[in-house]
């Protein structure tokens, strides 16, 4: 009787395992998903609280109380203030600061608790974004391929890592929700679905003001899923509406102020190609993007970026019935890109945080470039994704490193963009350290950038004062007080 070789064991055990994950395919990207996502993010179990974390959770007495939570969060606006004068305007998050307070209670100030809940939003979102794609009848390597793309992009290390980020998640697993009961509405027509809708809608709003995002991409999901009808489509709007109106009224009863400020257009189509730019090649990060903010001035540069973008609309027009999912993924993401590109004011200009959600939609597009449209080139264009991919997964790894320590932090983000709010906090963190000389250093740099800077002035005093040179920290303080 013949024995196996090894390569007919080999062979066999493959076999079984594709059987095993063909039979399970839910069980099994359930198994792989989690792997992947934790292989990526387990150093920031170890990151400290960072950043506006020392502010909202470690000093935030008020998250030791659900009564006092309830009060703060759903009964007053929380405004955007500095330490020494009121500024700008407010926001209305209740449930993210709910979940800081859930935290609170669970977790202490062990900062891992709320890094793991982070980590582990962000694999539910994949999750359920691969059940909802499924759902739609898109195939499973196309689903699955687009999911793991998106839960490894480097991109989305902020919202992921930096515990304050969560507002972002818990928006996005709303949105998915909602996008979920809007489709089963939809295709089955039940009402509990409507109530979903409904439901899984006001959560994302009352998580991040981002929720407002679900319109245009609930239409663009049952355009591209075939299932818009006039009566329904109508019922649908009808709920979305009431549902964005009692957000609305919500922040209106509890006083919620918006900074001043006016939209821009010229700025617009630069702005989105940065982002895009960010998403697919981020060579540097940085958690401090205000200066990379586009002027909103007429130039050579906007007008030829406007026109490429409407280009780009113009395309996924055209191609939408030959590459329908292709066209669902780059419609996807403009439409979670635009308003944050300058159409709508935003306080603090431009950030990487902004593109979790809008991720998702290029990361769809390419996975059906790869898995369906690419025909001849598939091999070519597989092998393109895939190193892309694994250097993502190594940029990822490398960027979740700086959050584990703020210097690095900061010194990384400094690398994109010279923020002086970068140095100033950089400032912070050699002083906590005890470099009394390397902190003095950061927070002349900020006062250099911006000599205004009441922190940072105060900063350079504080710091002249503890290495006795009384009389020079007289004229920072001063410059603060003024």
């Known amino acids: ?56 959770i470690v000093n935030n007495v008020n998250l030791t109380s659900f009564h006092a939570v309830f009060k703060s969060a759903f009964l007053t606006p929380t405004e955007f203030t500095s330490n020494f004068r009121a500024g700008g305007g407010s926001t209305y998050r209740p449930l993210f ?53 998106w839960l490894g992009m480097p991109i989305n290390s902020e919202p992921v890592a930096w515990i304050s980020g969560r507002e972002y998640l818990m928006c996005g697993l709303f949105l998915i929700l909602a996008l979920w009961s809007a489709y089963s509405y939809l295709y089955e027509g039940r009402t509990t679905s409507l109530i979903g ?34 009566r329904t489509g109508l019922i649908l709007l009808s709920v979305v509406i009431v549902a964005d109106l009692l957000f609305l009224l919500a922040r209106r009863i509890v006083g919620i102020h918006a900074e001043g400020g006016k939209s821009t257009i010229w700025p617009v189509g630069l702005a989105f190609w940065k982002y895009m730019l960010w998403m ?22 906007a007008i030829l970026a406007l026109c490429s973008l409407l280009a780009l609309c113009i395309g996924i027009i055209l191609v939408r019935k030959k590459t329908p999912l292709l066209s669902a993924g780059l419609a996807w993401s403009i439409a979670a890109l635009l308003p944050f590109c300058g159409i709508v004011f935003i306080y603090q200009g431009m950030a990487e945080r902004f593109e979790y959600f809008a991720s998702a939609g290029l990361a769809l597009a390419i996975a059906s470039v790869v898995v369906q449209y690419a ?58 350290k005890g470099d009394l000389n390397k902190a003095l250093e950061e927070y002349l740099r900020a006062v250099q950038i911006r000599p205004d800077y009441e922190e940072a002035q105060a900063g350079v005093g504080q710091i002249l004062f503890l ?14 007080l003024v």
């Open 467 to 480: 290495l006795h040179r009384y009389a020079e920290a007289l004229t920072p303080f001063n410059r603060a």
């Open 280 to 301: 697919v090649a981020p060579i540097h990060m940085s958690m401090q993007r205000a200066t990379s903010t586009p002027p909103n001035v007429p130039s050579a540069q």
């Open 1 to 56: 009787m013949a024995t196996p070789t090894r390569r007919g064991l080999r062979r066999s055990r493959w076999g079984v395992i594709s059987e095993w994950c063909a039979a399970h395919q839910i069980l099994g990207f359930t198994i792989l998903s989690i792997a992947y996502v934790f292989s990526l993010y387990w150093r920031a179990l170890g990151a400290p609280f960072i950043y506006d974390d020392l502010s909202q």
């Open 197 to 230: 809708v409904l439901a899984f809608l006001l959560a994302a709003l009352f998580s991040h003001e981002s929720g407002i995002l679900f319109l245009p991409l609930a239409i663009i999901f049952v355009y591209s899923a075939g299932k818009l009808r006039k």
């Open 375 to 432: 025909k001849t080139l598939k091999l070519f264009a597989t092998v393109i994704v895939i190193l892309w991919v694994a250097w993502g997964a190594w940029r990822l790894q490398r960027r979740v490193r700086d959050w584990c320590d703020p210097i690095s932090l900061y010194e990384s983000s400094l690398e994109a963009t010279s923020d002086p709010m970068l140095f100033y906090n950089l400032g912070c963190a050699w002083r906590d």
């Open 97 to 149: 600061w709910l979940s800081l307070s859930v935290g609170r209670h669970i977790w202490g100030l062990r900062a891992s608790g709320f890094h793991f809940t982070n980590i582990f939003l962000h694999w539910a979102n994949g999750f359920l974004l691969y059940l909802l794609l499924r759902r739609m009848h898109i195939s499973t390597a196309i689903a699955a391929t687009a999911v793991i793309i």
